[in-house]
Nanobody, 122 residues
Framework: QVRLVESGGGLVQAGGSLRLSCAASGSIISINAMGWYRQAPGKQRELVAVITGGGSTGYADSVKGRFTISRANAKNTVYLQMNSLKPEDTAVYYC????????????????WGQGTQVTVSS
């Protein structure tokens, strides 16, 4: 069983910064891509940023230049540095691990974290 545990959410004023962390644990052999999604009240979940095992990254247009995703492959951990936060960044942020191969099966699978709340006050 694979478990994703997020940390680092909280309340911050507009213009401030937060750093989210997500650690994957379990009998993991490899993870293809790790990323962050967010879901605001009344809205669909959307991709924020993604990073592959090789370090290629992708960002939503709304966060480009403000957010940075990084990854520690040896620790199966992904980070999201969020700077210049805006009230519209307020959402529950979910960690995602895709293409996860574990020791008990060769079939890759996708996993989600439980979510961490980020609230940006104006």
């Amino acid at each position: 069983q694979v478990r994703l545990v997020e940390s680092g959410g909280g309340l911050v004023q507009a213009g401030g910064s937060l750093r989210l962390s997500c650690a994957a644990s379990g009998s993991i052999i490899s993870i293809n891509a790790m990323g962050w999604y967010r879901q605001a009240p009344g809205k669909q979940r959307e991709l924020v940023a993604v990073i592959t095992g090789g370090g290629s990254t992708g960002y939503a247009d709304s966060v480009k230049g403000r957010f940075t995703i990084s990854r520690a492959n040896a620790k199966n951990t992904v980070y999201l540095q969020m700077n210049s936060l805006k009230p519209e960044d307020t959402a529950v942020y979910y960690c995602n691990a895709d293409g996860v191969v574990v020791t008990t099966t060769p079939i890759p699978a996708q996993y989600w974290g439980q979510g961490t709340q980020v609230t940006v006050s104006s």
